[in-house]
């Protein structure tokens, strides 16, 4: 089941934050994060893991819920550079393929 | 640099005509994907090979095939059974399928 990401675009100002979710009807395994540039390739940015940790890179950061079945990724003080397609993709058992949602649009103006 | 190639960048197919997309990595990784892109779809798994000589279809592999011959490359065939080809195909490599995956820049195949 493709997991359903929100909201499906946010617009903000240099400096404002932004939160963006990634939700499933299923148990999960790990849930990773991607951003994709227009014109070019997604780019890994982190996994979580079931057990609820948080992990972050650079000004941005994410938790995974294991009782939600969710995870959030919190974008703060956000830069031009943060502008893309962010996609969480999931993964049910550790060694099965992930399973990308339909991606969030954000645009970072000045 | 180690990475992944994908050629050609833009594609066209006639009606009725097979293609071959091509995907080439030199990180050393066991995994390789193909991923199929449309507008607000996000990405759709065609294909995934976990080792050479053995791949699995994903959600839509209807109308394409694969290969994997060599660990480096994993050519993606667009036969003229896929009646809705025109997309964005992305290839993408990982360690293990539980790893994060690198992706190439993608081939943008569209109908003459």
């Known amino acids: 089941q493709q997991p359903v990401q929100s909201p499906q675009a946010v617009i903000l100002r240099e400096g404002e934050d932004a939160v963006i979710n990634c939700s499933s009807s299923?148990?999960?395994?790990?849930v990773h994060w991607y951003r994709q540039k227009h014109g070019e390739a997604p780019v890994f940015l982190m996994i979580l893991l079931k057990g609820g940790e948080q992990k972050g890179h650079e000004k941005i950061s994410a938790s995974f819920n294991e009782k939600k079945q969710q995870s959030s990724l919190y974008l703060t003080a956000s830069q031009l550079s943060y502008s893309g397609t962010y996609f969480c993709g999931t993964d049910r058992t550790g060694n099965t393929p992930l399973v990308f949602g339909k991606g969030t649009r954000l645009s970072v103006i000045a | 640099d180690g990475g992944i190639t994908q050629s050609p960048k833009y594609l066209f197919r006639k009606e009725g005509q097979n293609v071959t997309l091509s995907c080439e990595q030199n990180?050393?990784?066991?995994?390789m994907y193909w991923y199929r892109q449309d507008p607000g779809q996000g990405l759709r798994l065609i294909y995934y090979s976990q080792i050479v000589n053995d791949f699995q279809k994903g959600d839509i592999a209807e109308g394409y095939s694969v290969s994997r011959e060599k660990k480096e490359s994993f050519p993606l065939t667009v036969t003229s059974a896929q009646k809705n080809p025109t997309a964005f195909y992305l290839c993408?490599?990982?360690?293990?399928?539980?790893?994060?995956?690198?992706f190439g820049d993608g081939t943008r195949l569209s109908i003459l």
């Open positions: 993408a490599s990982s360690r293990r399928v539980q790893q994060p995956q690198h």
């Open positions: 299923k148990a999960l395994y790990s």
């Open positions: 990180l050393n990784h066991d995994a």
